[in-house]
């Protein structure tokens, strides 16, 4: 049995112990139990939230995890991607047997994207894994050779941990801290590229702001003969505590390959966002915009809701690029029976 304490900082930057996650040993199949609940003092505090209205509404009681792995979606959620956790388990020299999902909780401990922080024990300090400008350069050339499984130095190899082990996606990302103290979400190429991928993403993401679409703080930094895409993380808040983060995957309980739409996004904001109207036309612009540039990469994954404290409402977009590798049917469906190919004016 695994025992995690849920830690949750608010965007004032306290911290209070949320809850408690149970987790079984893996059986035979790899299947993991798990449950969460809520603790008496968090469920006291006068701004404690349901950290997953859908799935863990605020109550005493226990939850039980109905995944795999043994953990409700909300906390799998501070997890990095594939290649963020293949870093993850490599900084903390987890086996194979240890790399699951109660596993790697643990190994990223307050270190994770959004405002939850995981322990098992004595609470791991907040490290600052974020590398700075001036590390761009390095860090550029150690993440695309560790992605194309090439030899990487010992010092490069674990500035690479430290940095990328917490935001990682399909792409290599780490965090960075500008001169000024503002952290970011650096972007890097792949060895593989066909295309300046990073440039382009930006490109769109001007398109975004110029169609009315909030997105964040971003540009374009120098990394030796590269560019690398700076994007600001929306995950802290003006007094430099945290936003609480939960994805639309999470909340739609969408695991695995899933058959979902535009419109159960909108259903999910009418029901909990603090800002329904404002957030249904925000993603109706969006999905407008995805069909218009052809950003097939439209999963749920790629749509949150944050917690100021006030409330849940939309993120800024993210993760917005054109159909470079010629996908062309998007991962959600449009409404009115249009499916995931593009539709036509009259459907939009």
Known sequence: M?????????????TILCGEIFTTAPDARGRIEGSFRYTKDYLEHPKAFALDPEHLPLGPGEYYAERPGGIHGVFEDALPDDWGRALLAKKANLSRAE??????????????????????????????TSAGLQDLETITEAAMKYDAGLPVDDDRLRLLFSCGSSPGGARPKALVKDNTGTLWIAKFPKLNDHYHVEQIEAATLHLARYAGIPVPDFTLQNAGKRKILLIRRFDISALGGRNHMISMQTLLGA????????SDMFSVLRQHSARPEENTKRIYRQMVFNSAIGNTDDHLKNFSLLHNGEGFFLSPAYDLLPDIHENREHRLSFPQGAGTLPPGRKIL
Do not use: C, M
């Open 255 to 262: 695991d695995g390959y899933y058959h979902l739409s535009y």
């Open 2 to 14: 695994l025992k995690l304490d849920v830690n949750l900082r608010f965007p004032d930057g306290r």
């Open 99 to 128: 790399q699951t999902i109660p596993g790697l909780l643990k190994a990223i401990g307050a270190n994770g994207l959004g405002a939850l922080s995981f322990s098992s024990g004595n609470p791991i300090p907040e490290e600052d």
